[in-house]
């Protein structure tokens, strides 16, 4: 709550479409965004799915972090503490998804892929809980918050649009091989909330 919203402008992110990708590779990228939409936002509104969409896919354009959804999704989740989302290393993917909830997070999930743009979260690249407060929070620019979340982009020119260059390059064979092995859920303090999300 200390850190005020930022007062610069906060444009749109351009869309997203996954150009000549083959249907085997559209299906894992579906998958992933998918999950991640599903175990991060499945209790938030449709914005608050379409933001934490939004973020994995200018993830996947910052050249700073993979260039692929499944790599940015499951990044730091086979590490005690380096999981980038939090579902990935929680124990969360031991929870079978509930069939409404998949469908209505894949919905989200489709429609970013094609190219629907949400623009409220403009570049964001972060976000977290709102009954956290991470470490990284403070070193970035707060833009917005949207129902439990709030979201970041990074300071300067590392937060605007001709940062987001990196090229798209495709999805690993076995995504699931990404996943770290299904453990027991742990409580947040365990896993140490101040990664970057």
């Known amino acids: 709550r200390s850190i005020p919203l930022a007062d610069s402008p906060n444009p749109a992110a351009k869309p997203f479409a996954l ?3 083959d249907e085997a590779t559209r299906a894992r990228a ?6 991640a939409v599903y175990y991060e936002a499945g209790n938030e509104s449709a914005d608050g799915q379409r933001a934490v969409a939004q973020v994995v896919l200018n993830r996947v354009r910052h050249p700073a972090l993979p260039a692929s959804v499944c790599d940015v999704v499951y ?3 086979t590490r005690e503490t380096g999981c980038q989302f939090t579902f990935t290393c929680d124990g969360s993917l031991a929870r079978r998804p509930s069939a409404d909830g998949w469908a209505r997070a894949r919905k989200i999930a489709e429609g970013a892929l094609a190219g ?7 570049w964001a690249t972060h976000y977290h809980a709102n009954y ?7 070193m970035l620019t707060k833009i917005t918050q949207l129902g439990a979340h709030i979201f970041y982009r990074w300071p300067g020119a590392w937060g605007q649009r001709a940062a ?9 064979q076995d995504p699931l091989a990404l996943r770290p092995p299904l453990r027991t859920p742990v409580e947040p303090a365990q896993i140490g909330l101040g990664t970057w999300m």
């Open 19 to 21: 150009r000549g990708a």
């Open 30 to 35: 579906l998958e992933c965004l998918t999950s």
């Open 75 to 77: 990044q730091g989740s």
């Open 116 to 122: 629907a743009v949400f623009a409220p979260a403009g």
């Open 132 to 138: 956290v407060a991470p470490r990284w929070a403070p």
């Open 164 to 172: 987001f260059s990196g090229r798209y390059v495709g999805e690993p």
